[in-house]
């Protein structure tokens, strides 16, 4: 199998272990939590510009027109930005953020923009010295 074949069962793994370390007991959170999101925004921002240097700037709106379960993931990227948005708006708000500049970033980037403004909302929490949280 190529590298292509196996990176989503590879990533797919990865998330699974994430969300069952996250699932599991109650811990306080760390105090450099915002590392995290911020070196997943840093590699899948690489990965996206690979991407984009390979298959050009709209290579993903073909991928989203192609067929049915292309329509499908499109769909499920617009409703898990809106999930991601709904939770992390009101907090963003609580530290001191400007939802706006990070909206049109999430548009425009997907998940780079959403781990991108993980990272901050969870840096200024941290430095405010509010990470009980």
Request: contains cysteine; aromatic residues 12%; hydrophobic residues 55%.
């Amino acid at each position: 199998m190529s590298l292509i074949q196996n990176l989503p069962l590879l990533a797919g793994l990865c998330i699974a272990a994430f969300l069952f370390y996250l699932a599991g007991e109650d811990r306080k959170p760390h105090p450099n939590a915002w590392i995290v999101p911020a070196l997943f925004c840093t590699m899948f921002l690489g990965w996206s510009l690979f991407a984009v240097i390979s298959e050009g700037l709209f290579g993903f709106w073909t991928e989203h027109t192609r067929n049915i379960w292309g329509v499908q993931i499109w769909f499920d990227l617009l409703l898990a930005i809106s999930i991601a948005l709904t939770f992390l708006i009101p907090e963003a708000r609580r530290v001191g953020m400007r939802p706006l500049p990070w909206i049109i970033l999430i548009l425009c980037t997907g998940s780079i923009g959403i781990l991108a403004m993980m990272s901050r909302l969870l840096f200024l929490r941290d430095s405010q010295g509010s990470v009980a949280g």
